[in-house]
């Protein structure tokens, strides 16, 4: 059940924000499948999955970050999403071009399935498109120069570029080393770019810390919302609102499919229905 409910409001539900259409389709075929299984054993297995359903549904009830499973109340946090949106307000200049987003695996992968999703995966390409999102992640010299030359050659000044920088430990190896590999080379051509990076991490991690003594700009995390269920924080809404895609609305998505998620009629549940079929 808990699986499910990752799978339903992680990546099904989000990427239709809120498309009542698209959910109720695929409840019928999971209501389809249900007919296969006897009603006991369906009732059986909802027995067996209401103690913790309960459980889940108090914490969300309570809207705190302190239980393993609090990354179910992210969409919920208003005032993250009201500090991501001054944030982005602040450098949606008209002649952005492109935001690098620096991180690894939980840190860039929610933020590049949607961004990917719902603009294409050759939307670095389009010339047409603007602001776009690069995103740098292992660590690749190659990758790093392609960058670093396309900022070169593209961004006339240091106000069409924004480096993301995102580790919520502070003390990701390789996300900390590109950075500095990105910032120093973009720091000959452009001067002092500290007002250009955003650095998104736990507060009081060491990189939340050296970056207010370096004049970053700063989001933090929740230390209980681990880096895989980070998206719908300021990992994902910063870069993806940034770049003009509808965060409220996704929110509202996963909010919509948590409340489907924690229904007590297992029929009636796409995260209890799915268990029970698997």
């Known amino acids: 059940y808990g699986d499910s ?126 602001p776009k999102i690069l995103f740098l992640d292992t660590v690749s010299e190659e990758k790093i120069r392609a960058i670093v030359d396309v900022l070169e050659s593209e961004a006339q000044d240091d106000q069409e570029f924004v480096i993301n920088l995102i580790s919520k430990s502070g003390n990701t190896t390789e996300s900390i080393v590109n950075f500095e590999l990105l910032y120093k080379e973009l720091s000959k051509k452009f001067g002092n770019i500290s007002e250009r990076v955003v650095v998104t991490t736990n507060e009081g991690s060491p990189l939340w810390h050296q970056a207010e003594a370096n004049g970053f700009n700063r989001l933090p995390t929740k230390k209980s919302v681990g880096g895989r269920f980070s998206v ?32 007590a009629n297992a029929k009636d549940n796409p995260a209890i229905a799915s268990a029970i079929i698997l």
């Open 5 to 130: 409910i990752v799978v339903f409001f992680f990546f099904f539900f989000p990427f239709f924000f809120n498309d009542t259409a698209t959910t109720e389709i695929y409840t019928l075929s999971l209501h389809d499948a249900l007919p296969i299984l006897e009603e006991e054993e369906i009732l059986s297995s909802a027995r067996g999955l209401e103690e913790y359903r309960a459980y889940v549904e108090q914490i969300v009830e309570r809207g705190d970050f302190l239980a393993p499973e609090a990354s179910l109340n992210v969409p919920s946090d208003s005032l993250t999403l009201q500090l991501v949106e001054s944030t982005i307000e602040k450098y949606n200049e008209k002649n952005l071009k492109y935001i690098v987003v620096v991180g690894i695996g939980g840190s860039n992968l929610g933020t590049m399935a949607i961004y990917q999703s719902l603009l294409g995966t050759f939307n670095v390409f389009r010339k047409d498109y603007v």
């Open 232 to 263: 719908f924080s300021a990992v994902g809404l910063f870069p993806l609102g940034l770049v003009g895609l509808p965060i409220r609305e996704l929110l509202e998505g996963a909010r919509t499919m948590r409340e489907k998620c924690l229904n």
